[in-house]
């Protein structure tokens, strides 16, 4: 992949847009937002299915419920705000009225991660991921950049099932090959390697593809389906390298990186096993996410001294 | 306000002592329950499911406070939603019948149990299903929860005149009375402000709560709230305002004893 060519594109901009072309075909899809409409990108939405959106203001555990008592009466309903605020102040109203009551909500919650920047540790929300696996009956979902997120909505709209899916605030480089496609449970190599696995989801993943890593084998690997994950492409990529690092823009606690150890220690597979994460702290502003990354062990630097570790190891 | 007693005239009065029997046989079976909240809301319920003024298979039903399920299981059983027999099968393991009210069971269309839910799901419902009328039923103590308050508002804002909330309001909870733990002072008057029309009613009185649900049915742009002052543990004396009959654990022989002798009675 040429990193020359690699535009920066908003996946929230990419899923507004989306989900505009959506409802112009399914007169059942509606919005249930929680008071950021300016900062989703919804106004257009807004104004053009004026009926369909539904603004409880910035009070979430109602707004998850109106959203499941919606969905009982056949539409497809999306519940839009941060991630800081929905799935997290709502989470008890999610397992209830959601989960326990068999309604297929698709729960978007933007603003996630380190890169929402400036906004500090109310707003940098790095636990949804860990919140939402717990849940029965939960998918979870993080598209790896813009164009992964126009393949995937329409998929996930469709689907039966509730789902949580999780956007960045910031334009971010687009690197999902326009040839692959997108499906629940599955997992994409975004470049085939022979020496270290490198597991990860969302914008977090697009730094492996700079110059830096083009002297390393590495199997790259998107798991933008958290939930049901892909363990098949997973643990037959280990089964090769025999090195796995995962990395993600969460916490360590209850991410993807416990899922992964759990898989390959289940599995009986032996692997050198590395995860990169926020490590039980809280996070902090900065006006570049580049500063949070390389502060919490997640930029470039940190990947490749894990990189030379799991190499060095014998 | 006065509590009168039950109309015993009224022809829903037989049904009112039957389900309240089996409600403390549910209850004495499990080996516990939510006993002195079902006997405050089962007049409610034997009203919505037996006046005639709504239609259940059309209409909707949201029990908000999923502990109340024992008077809800018994009306449902007595509707032939469930078998009767099956009411001793209350809160065992592998029972279609949940300590809380669940999908599990026939009749029921919102599991619940954490409370301050429903009625935010109800107004959901108002929402895709504006010809339909939607009863919702809480509690007072279950308006500590914040969530129902922004429910409250979000029905006013929709204009929901397809949305009816039951409060029984039986001046208890789990904890004590809701004047001591956070008191609800003036409750009709609060509903007011927040756009909803109100009837205050004695919520045993059969006779009355037809009335409050045929008045809050004909609201068309207001969302409207019943609050029916009931009695916690209604029926039996020794229960009747004692926070400690909001949930019991098994009966001692004698106290069950005394409290079907009682209900026979009643």
Known sequence: MNSKNIENKSIRLAFAETLFELAVKNPHLFVVNMGMRPSLYLDKFALRFKSRFIECGVAESNAAAVAAGLAATGKTVFLTTFACFSPSLNWAVIKQSICYNQKNIKIVGFHAGLMSGDLGATHQMLEDVALMRALPTMEVFAPLDAVEMVKMLPIIAHSSRPAYLRLPRISTPTIFPSKLSFTIGKSQILSAGKDVTILGYGPVLTQLFAPDFKKYSLEIINCSSLKPLDSETILKSIKKTGRCLVIEDHQKNGGLGDAVANLILSSGQKCKFLHLGVNDSFGQSALNYFDLYHHYGLSPLNIIQSLKSLLSKK | ?266
């Open chain 2, 1 to 266: 306000m006065i509590l009168l007693p039950a109309q015993k005239s009224h022809s829903l009065a037989p049904l009112s002592r039957q389900l309240r029997l089996d409600i403390l046989d549910m209850i004495n079976t499990a080996g516990g329950g939510h006993i002195g909240g079902s006997f405050s809301s089962i007049d409610i319920l034997i009203s919505l499911y037996n006046s005639g003024v709504f239609n259940f298979d059309k209409d909707h039903f949201i029990l908000s406070a999923g502990h109340l399920c024992p008077a809800l299981y018994a009306v449902l059983a007595y509707q032939g939603k469930i078998p009767r027999e099956e009411l001793l099968t209350y809160a065992q393991f592998g029972s279609r019948l949940q300590g809380h009210a669940s999908l599990d069971t026939p009749g029921v269309e919102y599991a619940s149990g954490s409370l301050g839910q429903g009625l935010s799901f109800s107004a959901g419902l108002a929402l895709g299903d504006k010809n339909r009328h939607i009863v919702c039923l809480t509690t007072d103590g279950e308006h500590n929860e914040g969530q129902v308050w922004e429910a409250i508002a979000f029905a006013n804002k929709y204009h929901q005149g397809n949305l009816i909330n039951i409060v029984d309001c039986n001046g208890y909870q789990l904890g004590g009375s809701t004047r001591d733990i956070m008191p609800l002072d003036e409750l009709a008057s609060k509903y007011l402000h927040f756009g909803w029309t109100v009837t205050t009613v004695d919520g045993h009185n059969f006779y009355d709560l037809e009335k409050a649900l045929k008045k809050a049915k004909s609201s068309t742009i207001y969302p409207a709230c019943i609050i029916a002052k009931t009695v916690m543990g209604r029926g039996v004396s020794f229960m009747e305002n004692k926070f400690e009959y909001h949930d019991v654990k098994k009966l001692p022989e004698d106290i069950y004893l005394a409290a079907k002798n009682e209900l026979q009675k009643y």
